[in-house]
């Protein structure tokens, strides 16, 4: 299951993306905003990231003008590693290195076909865990606000 969500300058953009995923054959869940109306991004973001980091949801992608604001919403959550991408490599070295579990886009800053192309990429990486697990172990402490040296 798939958490999607954003705020309203992102409204197409997220439609292509259930699109997407409807390709794909993954199932998502469309946490908000659902209207034209200017809202607040750390609302949705958040809404978001909590069930990535509960569980509930596998994965989350998240929208907003930038995929600057709701990216760094997503990343106050506990367990959250969201990443904003523009361009593919970043997406799929997000998965392998940094086992990434969220994945943020400025629709305004990428087309739907580039975005798509990024999602599914992104979808399709796996962690590679090894010497990377360390340093997203050290994540997890930062997390927990314990130091690391
Ligand atoms: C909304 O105007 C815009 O600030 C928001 O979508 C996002 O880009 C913030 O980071």
Not at 11 to 25: F, N, P, R, S
Not at 39 to 49: H, S
Not at 68 to 83: E, T
Not at 131 to 139: A, E, I, K, N
């Amino acid at each position: 299951m798939i958490a999607l969500a954003s705020d309203h300058t992102a409204l197409e953009l997220k439609a292509e993306i259930k699109k997407l995923l409807d390709e794909m054959g993954l199932e998502y869940k469309d946490f908000g905003t659902c209207t034209a109306e200017s809202c607040d991004y750390p609302i949705f973001g958040v809404r978001a990231a909590k069930a990535v980091a509960s569980g509930e949801c596998d994965r989350g992608i998240v929208i907003c003008g930038t995929g600057v604001g709701i990216s760094l919403a997503a990343n106050k959550v506990p367990g959250i590693r969201c990443v904003v991408c523009s361009e593919p490599y970043s997406a799929q070295l997000s998965r392998r290195h940094n086992d990434s579990n969220m994945l943020a886009f400025g629709a305004r800053v990428v087309g739907p076909e580039l975005a798509k192309m990024i999602a599914r990429v992104w979808l399709e990486a796996e962690f590679e865990g090894g010497r990377h697990q360390r340093r997203v172990d050290m994540l997890a402490a930062l997390d927990r606000r314990e130091d690391l040296e």
